[in-house]
């Protein structure tokens, strides 16, 4: 089944290059546009998208606000942010209203395409360009006892070194060569940590071994 996209975005520009890299993504389409958030949750009812690439400052309604109001009418559509910002507390706000995923505008085919399927996936999606300065924003929320640490892990010492590694970005394959075990069993494992969270994402898993702790900046 083709995934239909939503473009809101207040340059022509933008949307013209995004519209042609999607064209040549096979299994989805651009079914409209807009030039500001205003028109974003009537459009939604109209055209229902399954996915939304939503800008965040726009001339009139902000990504933000539009975002916001979104969540507020219940509407279910998966957002991905598409931004030139990297400031933590703007991507941080953005996930916290809602957004699935966080894409600097300077991506390439290949990395929107990771998204967009991601996010198809019921996934979450980070830019491994802000995954850093996620990360380092999370520290600086649990430090001012802004985030809660009530969720408790239950993982085995294998499964914690092995969510380090997936936290740090490495493939299954590194993980298995590094820690001498074979792909089919580091997946078991994933599947297990993912399991006993109920996270089923990177984008999660980051947020979460940041809020118990379980690696720093420095890990």
Sequence with gaps: MTCRLLLVDDHSLIRAGVRALVADIPGYTV??????????????RRLTPDIVLLDISMRSTSGLDALTHLRAHGDACKVLILSMHTDPELIMRALESGAHGYLLKDTTATELEQALAALRADERYLSPAIAHTVINQALQQAHNGKQSTSERHNLTERQLEILRLIVRGKSTREIAHGLGLSIKTVESHRSQVMKRLQIYDVAGLVLFAVREKIISLDD
């Design 31 to 44: 079914v409209g546009e807009a030039d500001d958030g205003g028109q974003l949750l009537e459009l939604v």
